[in-house]
């Protein structure tokens, strides 16, 4: 069974565009969720996804937004960016939202310069 | 308000070396606790669950256990390729997301 893909692996961004990353889940997961990765914060929780509906969000400003579609497939967007945005993106997959262990992508290396 | 709290920040063994590493906890009602391998560059691989206190689960030189405040992740004669951070994470009862803790960076030296 294939893995969580992420697309595009490496990105670089000037501050004040914008940025979409995506996020292909398990085949059959119908929960994705996005973490922020970086040196000195670790792994931050950024929003969870269930059947297209956002079950959780975390400590991030506005400028972080995600959506998921029917097929589970989910996107983030990242708007003005500034250069504390840089940082190790990464989508995780479950079968269901709850107690369940998640599967992580490889992840998105996003650099604002 | 769930914490995870993993020590020590990082740890430098000899292969055949064995050791433990801790992940000490606080969260309302326990859901389950996972632990990650993360390999620098890439995204966590999933390792672990444990449920309830007293639980052992064993994958080829890794064990972890957990009690009602901490889980450990023993490590018996550890070889060059066991070197990772090691992540744990739990998750509590509620509708709530994973809270990871910082990590454990482990290096095995041949």
Redo the contacts between chains.
Sequence with gaps: KAGVTQTPRYLIKTRGQQVTLSCSPISGHRSVSWYQQTPGQGLQFLFEYFSETQRNKGNFPGRFSGRQFSNSRSEMNVSTLELGDSALYLCASSPFTGGYEQYFGPGTRLTVT | EDQVTQSPEALRLQEGESSSLNCSYTVSGL??L?W?RQDP??????LF?L?SAGEEKEKERLKATLTKKESFLHITAPKPEDSATY?C?V?NSG?????????TRLSVIA
Aim: hydrophobic share 30%; proline share 8%; glycine share 20%.
């Design positions: 859901r389950g996972f990650y560059g890439k995204g966590p691989e999933f669950t449920y992540l994470a998750r509708n709530t997301p994973l809270v990871f803790g910082k990590g």
